[in-house]
């Protein structure tokens, strides 16, 4: 059966990431959009820049056109948000991106946006899940591009690049004309940026932006490791800043001018700063439970509060909406800001942070010092580990049923069953322990203040669970 996560339907390509599969897909949702009266709205198909993406662009369209439902198309490949903003704003009910997102070269998947740009509930992947399991490759109706009903051909890019220009303070980035390097990793978020950044009078120079299928044999998911060539280029060449976004475009990594790499947690609690004393934005903030707990002491410290929901961007989103937060994001590497679209962005983000040094005169390492003197040394560790298959039930019984934990040498406040195993220490630490929702991997995330620290926390874990 096919099983969606929380970041959509992965698979590994020539496994289960298979045209029989992805029509199967299609099918399904062609279904439920006739059983529910939701065909009337054409559906936009989008797709990244991974092997076989264009063609499962392909088959999808085939078979929802040969349902008689509309579709809308960009011939080339496009980033994830830019399917989100087109969704909320044509007010569809649904897209389609073609993509694996961060995930190794080796995947490829399906990610379903639905009405106001959304990421996909849980509670309608289930049920489309409901809908593929009923279905069998004889069930599939196809026609193939171009038939009666073929695509729409469309170019949101513009209206995409425009309404980020209009959030943006563009006289101030025009004035500092900030020198980049930029690295796409290979992926489809490359033009979007690149127009922004010239728009704004930034110098850009792009690395790594042509396709391809392997991305150069690195994750493309920004993290010290992939970007330690981009760390080199950005000291040699004397540039400002360097930026690399995902894949898909929904991930951000910064390099400072130093080769020092900027992290997730460090780019919230700087923009949640900086939208709220320079920019006098009024709001909360919102972050999942793997993210910097230095959130929290800012939030307090300027008489806001900081919200803490489960790990996937659409309880960050729905949660922004419910409280009327400033910005929300996650320590993976996406965020969102109060006034965009409901999921993460990280062609935007890497605007609003060249914004940012831009009208403070600060670099990253200087703006995130005055944080630390202040709110104190936040350190997060992650550890990704590898199981036989056969032993995650024994592992999820240990953590969520029989409620096992180390015994830390730290005294523990609470524990947190919500969405894996958090443990919350009185001292402000925390680690929390959790299966990967796209990948068959068991996560473990800690935050101290000092990454030795943080580093014994996953390990009590590892010597709990045997792995």
């Not at 008489?303 to 922004?320: N, Q, T, W």
């Not at 999820?396 to 919350?424: Q, W």
Request: a negative charge.
């Amino acid at each position: 059966m096919l099983h969606f996560g929380t970041g959509g339907w992965r698979a590994v390509i020539g496994d289960d990431f298979t045209r029989e599969n992805i029509m199967l897909i299609a099918q399904g949702l062609a279904n439920w959009m006739h059983e529910h009266k939701k065909d009337e709205n054409p559906v936009i198909i989008g797709h990244d820049r991974r092997f076989l993406s264009d063609n499962a662009a392909d088959w999808f369209s085939e078979v929802l056109t040969a349902n008689q439902i509309k579709v809308i198309y960009m011939k080339r490949s496009m980033p994830t948000p830019m399917v989100m903003h087109y969704v909320q704003k044509h007010d569809l009910d649904f897209g389609i991106e073609i993509t694996a997102s961060h995930n190794p070269s080796v995947y490829n998947g399906v990610k379903v946006i639905v009405k106001e740009g959304r990421d996909a509930p849980i509670e309608f992947t289930d049920e489309l899940e409901t809908y593929i399991a009923r279905l069998t490759p004889a069930d599939i109706r196809r026609m193939p591009i171009p038939n009666e009903y073929s695509r729409i051909l469309v170019n949101p890019f513009n209206e995409y690049v425009d309404d980020i220009l209009a959030l943006l303070d563009t006289d101030t980035m025009r004035k500092r004309g900030a020198r980049i390097l930029f690295n796409p990793m290979h992926g489809s978020g490359t033009y979007p940026l690149m127009c922004i950044l010239y728009t704004t009078r930034c110098t850009v120079d792009p690395i790594n932006w042509n396709r391809d299928a392997f991305f150069g044999g690195m994750m493309p998911a920004p993290s010290p490791s992939s970007l330690q060539d981009l760390s080199d280029q950005v000291v040699q060449g004397r540039y400002e800043l360097g930026i690399a976004l995902d894949g898909d475009g929904d991930r951000l990594g910064i390099i400072d001018s130093n080769g020092a790499y900027i992290n997730a947690n460090q780019i919230l609690a700087m923009l949640y700063h900086y939208l709220h004393e320079y920019k006098g934005w009024r709001g909360p903030v919102v972050r999942n439970l793997a993210t910097t707990h230095l959130l929290d002491k800012l939030a307090e410290d300027l008489g806001e509060k900081c919200y803490e929901v489960p790990i996937g961007f659409k309880h960050i989103s729905a949660k922004i909406d419910e409280v009327d937060a400033i910005l929300g994001g996650e320590s993976s590497g996406g965020l969102t800001v109060r006034g965009h679209i409901h999921g993460k962005d990280s062609v935007y983000a890497a605007s609003l942070f060249i914004e940012m040094i831009s009208a403070t005169g600060k670099t990253p390492t200087e703006y995130y010092a005055e944080l630390e003197a202040k709110y104190g040394v936040h350190r997060m560790v992650e550890s990704n580990l590898r199981f036989a298959p056969e032993r995650k039930p024994e592992i999820l019984k240990t953590l969520m049923e029989d409620k096992k934990i180390p015994a830390f040498d730290s005294p523990v406040e609470r524990v947190n069953y919500e969405d894996g195993c958090k443990v919350y220490f009185e001292n402000g630490d925390f680690v929390i322990c959790r299966f990967s929702g796209t990948e068959p991997l068991l996560r473990i995330f800690a935050e101290s203040d000092t990454e030795t620290k943080a580093q014994t926390y996953i390990d009590a874990f590892r010597n709990l669970l045997t792995i």
